[in-house]
């Protein structure tokens, strides 16, 4: 069975009837830091430059990872740097019975199948695809007997997934090939990434994604889901990294530095500059919410069309 799609979903500038509603959904499982206040920087603005909503989404699923706590501090650190959301977070490990619907609809459609395969199993069989491992379907091809807790994966079919990024343009992939059999619920139970974010997006009805270019290959995983469930797609743009000394991107897992709440000005101007805004010096100074008006009364997205990534600026 071929599917082929063109799902560029709604925009506000292709759908004027349906109000923008953007999003930034951090992982609680360590501080902000200056590369997290990119993404949350780039997504307000273009959610307020859309005059539509802002929301959060507090990406906790995976609780062991996640510091009792982390959450209150990730919400001091946005509004700190005037990053105000609407409505109230919402908080994926509230969300377990939506997560399980969908699998539960998927299963029914015939689109899951238990998988046994062990870490090294995976490992030594699975092929590199564009955006990672690609799963060889041994467990669709040889069911594994039952009676032990097993993941489940899609069965993704064959096919073409093509959608245009905002920013980073046309992007396609070969289902079967390039993207490959994944996980929706880990042998321990956990919902999987990737199905938990596309059940998110069609939840708080988000319009368009906008978030770090290193989350493209998941976006492919997120669209065949949206589309399996029988949703609409929102729009996405992936916008530029910003990367530390040693070329790799800011994470936690490289351990960059906390944003502190006394520097929320400069971080803000820094992040304008990595966005490509051109903020003048002057403005360097300035409280949070000055820079914020500026940044807004002078987006210009279009910058961020094909933008390669930042290096962090070092004082
Ligand atoms: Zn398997």
């Known amino acids: 069975m071929q599917h082929s799609t063109d799902d560029r979903g709604p925009t506000a ?3 004027p009837d349906k109000p923008y509603v953007g999003r930034f959904a951090p992982t609680p499982s360590g501080p902000l830091h200056l590369g997290s ?40 650190q946005l509004e700190a740097h005037g990053l105000v959301w609407d409505g109230e977070p919402r908080y994926q490990t509230a969300c377990q019975a939506e997560y399980d619907e969908a699998l ?15 870490r090294a199993r995976l490992q030594e069989t699975s092929l590199p695809g564009p955006d990672g491992p690609v799963y060889d379907r041994h467990c669709h091809l040889h069911p594994p007997p039952r009676g032990r807790p097993l993941a ?29 059999d994944f996980v929706l619920r880990r042998s321990d139970g956990m919902t999987g990434y990737q199905l938990a974010c596309a059940v998110d997006e069609q939840r708080q009805g ?17 669209r065949l ?14 916008g530029p990294l910003l990367l530390g000394d040693d070329g790799l991107k800011l994470s936690k897992q490289n351990h960059a530095a906390p944003l502190r709440a006394d520097e929320a000005g400069p971080n803000l101007w820094h992040c304008l500059q990595a966005l490509r805004q051109e903020p003048p010096s002057s403005l360097q100074g300035a409280a949070p919410a000055e820079i914020l008006a500026w940044g807004l009364a002078h987006w210009r997205p279009e910058a961020l069309i094909a933008a390669p990534p930042r290096k962090v600026e070092t004082n």
């Open 13 to 15: 500038d292709g759908n």
């Open 206 to 222: 988000i319009t368009e994604v906008v978030r770090g270019s290193d989350l493209l290959g998941s976006t492919f995983r997120q």
């Open 152 to 180: 489940l994966r899609l069965r993704v079919g064959e096919g073409l997934l093509h959608f245009t990024d905002r920013w980073q343009g046309e992007q396609r992939r070969q289902v079967e090939s390039e993207v490959g």
């Open 37 to 76: 206040l990119l993404t949350a920087a780039a997504s307000w603005l273009q959610a307020r430059a859309h005059g539509g909503r802002w929301l959060l989404r507090i990406d906790d699923l995976d609780r062991p990872r996640c510091p009792a706590g982390m959450d209150t501090v990730i919400l001091q």
């Open 225 to 238: 889901l949206t589309q399996r469930l029988g949703w609409q797609a929102p729009a996405y743009a992936h």
């Open 104 to 118: 539960e609809n998927l299963s029914t459609a015939g689109l899951t199948y238990p998988c046994s395969c062990t």
